[in-house]
Every structure is written in C-alpha cells, then in structure tokens.
C-alpha cells in the first residue's frame, strides 16, 4: 500500500509542478530572474524613479537665482489727441487778449522694450535653496532605494509563498489518496471481520477533513498565484529551487545592527531630511538681509505724441533693498523653520531605533528558521518511522484503525512545518539582507540593466531652457 514513506517531500518543496489541475506555463523560472522582472516592471517602483526625477527638477530651479531674467515689452495702438496752447509773446503789450490755438491729429503710438535683472545679494538665500534642493535629491533618492528593497522583498516572499503553497497542496493531495486507500482497506477488513463499522466511519471522518484541507490548500495556492502575478508581473512558471542570502549579510548580530543603523534606506532618508530642514532654516534667515539687484532696462518708442516722431531710452542701474520689519513674518517663518529641523533630528532617532528593532527581529527569525528546519526534519523522520511501526500494529491488531490516522496526520503535518520551515529560512535571510540596507540587485547579482538616478540628475541640473525631459516626452 502506498505511504507517506515514499513521497518525495524534497521535490516537491523546490518545484511545484502544476498543482489543483490548473494550467501552469512549462517555462521554468528562477528566483533570480523574477527578482530581475520585478525590479525592472514594477510599477510601484516605476512610479517612484518618476518621483525622483521630478525631484531632480528642484535644483535647477534653485540655480536659476544665479541667472539673470529677461523679460521683453511691446505696446501698439492708437490715439485721438487735441491740444489747446495759450501762445503770449514777448511784444504782447499788457492787458491784451491771449491768443490760442488747437492742434488735434491721430497717431499710432508703439514701441518695444527690455528689461535684465541681475540678482548679485539675496542674503544666500540662491545657495541655500541649491544645497536643500541637493539634499532633497539625495532623500528621493533613498526613499527609492527603500522601495527597491520593498519590492525586491515583496517579490522573493511572494515566490516563495507559491512554492511553499505548492508543496503543501501536493502533500494535501497525496494525503487524500492515502486516506482513500486507509478506507478501502477498512471496508476490505470490514467485511473480512477484522475491524467494526467505527472503524470504517472514523478513516471516511478522516477523508473528509482531509478533502477539507485539500480545498483551503487549493485556495492558498491561488491566491498565492495571484500576489506573485500582482508582485512581479508575471504568471508563474514551474519554478526552480531557491537559495537563501546569508552570505551577504554580516557574520554576527552587532555587525548587523551596526550596519542597519549606518544603510537602512529610512536612516539615511532621516539624514537628507535633517539637512534640508537645516537649509530650510538658513533660506529663512535670509529673508532678514539685504537684497542688491543691477537693473538694465531699454525702451523704443514711436509717436507717443503729436510731435514726436520717437524717442529711446536706455538706463543701467543698482538696487539696493534692506527690510526694517515686515509684520513680523519672517521671524515666524525662522522659528518654524527651526522647529522643523529639531523635528527632522528627533525622526532620524526614532528611524535609527526602529532600523535597530528590525535587524534584530530579523536576525532573531532568520536563526529561528534555521533551528526550525532541522527540528522539523527530525520531526518528519520519526514521525515517518511512527506511522511504519503503528500500521505494523495495527497489521498485528495491536493498533486500531484510529492510531493510524492519528500517526499519518502527525506526519502530514510535520511535513507541512518542515515545507514551512524551508519557505521562512529564505524569506527570513532576505529580510535581514533588507534590514542592514543591502537588498539590491547589484549585491544580488541580478542579471538586469540596474536605474541610476544621477544619469538624470546631471542631465538637467545645468539645463538653462528647455520643456523636454531627457526621454524626449
């Protein structure tokens, strides 16, 4: 009779070969390359690199204070005018009537003009916009960096849910075939005398509740398919076995958390805040000093009045603007400014403990799933060599028909926490490689083209004109 002795439960943990009669592609897929897929499709971190370079955009518009700004005028129309002139000469003899005349017409004034305006003081306000918008860029930066470790994450757990849902579906599936067999024995005994109707009821009992997990481990592997389609963007293959990260996180515990408190992608994003609230508070200041500007201004005009052909205008000159008090708002703004920058510092703490938690946590599960495992094996093999013994028993009639089924659920379930196990160690070694700030797919290797976000950045930090995004849109 077949047993749970000869299933091959190592298989069937590294490879799901369609399971609940569902359609699976032949093409097999790695870790890797979903890993690959997810990091270059994602639409998260998609949306996110968009996000990062809109942020880029900040510097330029921080630079363009050191630029002059030039603006044109022009001006064209027409005018009715009528002038009445007293005229008095010097040989009007006192007392005598003025005389007058008019002089009325049409014209069509015009003209066209420029301005330059050259900001040469602003209290730094200039550099201290470009270093925030500097530090801004490296904040977007790492927040981008934390959801390449998220997603990255996201996508080898949801991989690895499917191959521990796919196991667990075939071992549900061999056990409903065993007990379909433990009940056409005991019928078969049944009628030979060797055992009662109990017996009987109890394997059909256990047959249903063995069909009952059948279905639910139908269900999870479904769904499991559907996160792993929603998370790396592919429908699932057959898949391949899958290796942990431990080699690239650090050796020991203090070493990882040393390394989570320096890399972890929320410190260093509590960093970049820090300074651009830092900067934040120095552009306020600014607002207290004085402002010089040069002023270059040209103007042509043509019939601005009756006896005026045209006339041009040129004038170059300096500006000069100290603030006294303006209501009092730019201190408001200085102290919220100074606020904010103690808030930033309190953040970059509380990211600081949090990352700590983290590592920790994470090195504490990760060294519990590899205790798990080789537990759990020792658990299968003796439950294994239980249910050997218990059905010998029971073959001698020491036994009853419900110790066996009580021995095959313990080694069903033994299974299931061994095909566990396995799925923990390596979700649990790439959850410690996310916690130190290490999860990228340069340290993974990942064959596929890796985004650098500078190659934007210095595509449009110095662009003086321009409305295309250096992707041609």
């Known amino acids: 009779m077949p047993g749970f002795g000869c299933w091959q439960l190592r298989a069937m943990v590294l490879s799901v070969v369609g399971a609940a009669s569902c359609s699976v592609p032949a093409s097999a897929q790695s870790l890797e390359a979903a890993l690959a897929y997810a990091y270059a499709n994602n639409p998260q971190l998609n949306a996110q690199r968009a996000q990062v370079r ?33 005229e008095i000469s010097s040989t009007t003899p006192p007392g005598a009537a003025a005389s007058y005349f008019t002089q009325s017409g ?12 050259q900001n040469l003081l602003n209290g730094f306000q200039t550099a201290n916009r470009t270093r925030q918008a500097e530090a801004q860029v490296f904040a977007a930066r790492e927040t981008l960096r934390n959801i390449e470790q998220t997603v990255l994450l996201n996508a080898a757990t949801a991989y690895m849910n499917l191959l521990r849902d796919g196991g667990i579906l075939e071992l549900q599936r061999s056990n409903v075939e065993v007990l379909q067999e433990q009940l056409r024995q005991s019928k078969q005994r049944l009628e030979q005398g060797n055992v009662t109707q109990t017996d009987v009821s109890q394997s059909e009992a256990r047959l249903a509740v063995g069909r009952t997990q059948l279905f639910a481990a139908e269900a999870a592997y479904e769904t499991s398919k559907a996160a792993f ?10 898949l391949l076995p899958a290796a942990p990260v431990d080699r690239f996180s650090p050796n020991t515990l203090p070493a990882a958390v040393a390394a989570g408190t320096a890399a972890n992608p929320n410190v260093t994003t509590a960093q970049f805040n820090v300074d651009v609230a830092l900067m934040q508070v120095k552009v306020a200041e ?20 009756l006896n005026s052909l045209e006339t041009f205008t040129g004038s170059l000159a300096g500006q000069f603007s100290m603030p006294i008090y303006q209501g009092g708002s730019e201190y408001a703004a200085i102290r919220q400014a100074k606020e904010t920058h103690g808030q930033r510092q309190l953040d970059l703490n509380v990211a600081r403990d949090l990352a700590r938690v983290t590592v920790v946590q994470a090195w504490s599960l990760l060294e519990a799933a590899k205790s798990s495992i080789e537990s759990t094996r020792n658990q299968v093999k003796s439950a294994e ?25 313990e080694l069903v379930s033994a299974r299931i926490a061994l095909v566990q196990a396995q ?25 596929v083209a890796t985004y650098d976000p500078a190659v934007h950045y210095h595509q449009v930090r110095d662009a003086w004109t321009g409305v295309r995004t250096p992707d041609g849109r």
């Open 106 to 117: 049409v014209n069509a004034p015009r003209g066209a003009g420029a301005t330059v305006t």
């Open 423 to 447: 799925r923990d160690r390596l979700v649990n070694s790439y959850g410690l490689l996310a916690a130190v700030g290490r999860l990228s797919p340069q340290v993974l290797g990942l064959q």
């Open 385 to 409: 060599a239980a249910l050997n013994g218990v059905r010998e028993e029971a073959r001698l009639g020491q036994r009853t028909t419900l110790d066996v089924l009580n021995a095959q659920q």
């Open 286 to 305: 600014g607002a207290l000093y004085p402002t010089v500007n040069v002023v270059g201004q040209v103007q042509k005009n043509y019939e601005v009045a």
């Open 229 to 238: 389609r929603q998370v790396i963007g592919l429908e699932p293959g057959r």
């Open 54 to 86: 809109a942020t880029d955009e900040n510097v330029p518009t921080a630079l363009a204070g050191y630029r002059p700004r030039v603006s044109i005028t022009a001006n064209a129309g027409t005018q009715s005018l009528s002038t009445t002139i007293r």
